[in-house]
């Protein structure tokens, strides 16, 4: 399967939702790059995972808890795992992502529960096909997916 640099996220959930239960290993490429297989495969994860955790991703799709407010957090600025704050251009809390919270009376909205589906279905292929999926969610988060409860 081929993928976009440029549209990943998008075409991210494409992928999952058109071949996400398909029998056969899921191998990408991607498009206008030369390479494919596991290694390609890989950084496509990563690079999916990165994406999910962009600031500009979370204005438009506000899916975690917003790390901004974390003491130490503010003026900080950078790209990378490690960078942190309001100047920085990925979500890194402390604690692992964690969805954010939606007023008990409110909608989710559509593009927020398509989102989290895509990410249920990017993580389960990853695991499906030995390979990892490097999004740092909250522990928490983490024991509510696999146990019911924390």
């Known amino acids: 399967a081929t993928v976009s640099r440029d549209e990943l996220l998008a075409d991210a959930e ?3 939702r058109e071949r996400g239960a398909a029998d056969a290993v899921l191998e990408v490429a991607f498009a206008g790059e030369s390479g494919a297989g596991q290694g390609v495969t890989a950084e ?23 790390d901004s407010w974390e003491p130490g957090a503010a003026g900080k600025a950078g790209d990378g795992p490690g960078e942190e704050g309001a100047g920085a251009a990925h979500l890194h809390p402390a604690a692992g992502l964690f969805p954010a919270p939606v007023a008990s009376d409110a909608e ?15 993580l389960g292929r990853a695991l499906r096909d030995g390979h990892t999926f490097p999004l740092p969610l909250s522990p928490h988060l983490a024991a509510l997916v696999v146990h019911g409860a924390i």
């Open 14 to 16: 494409a992928l999952v």
């Open 44 to 66: 496509f994860y990563s690079q999916a995972a990165l994406a999910l955790q962009s600031r500009d991703e979370q204005a438009q799709v506000p899916l975690w808890v917003d």
């Open 108 to 122: 989710v909205p559509p593009r927020v529960l398509a989102r989290f589906a895509a990410v249920g279905r990017l």
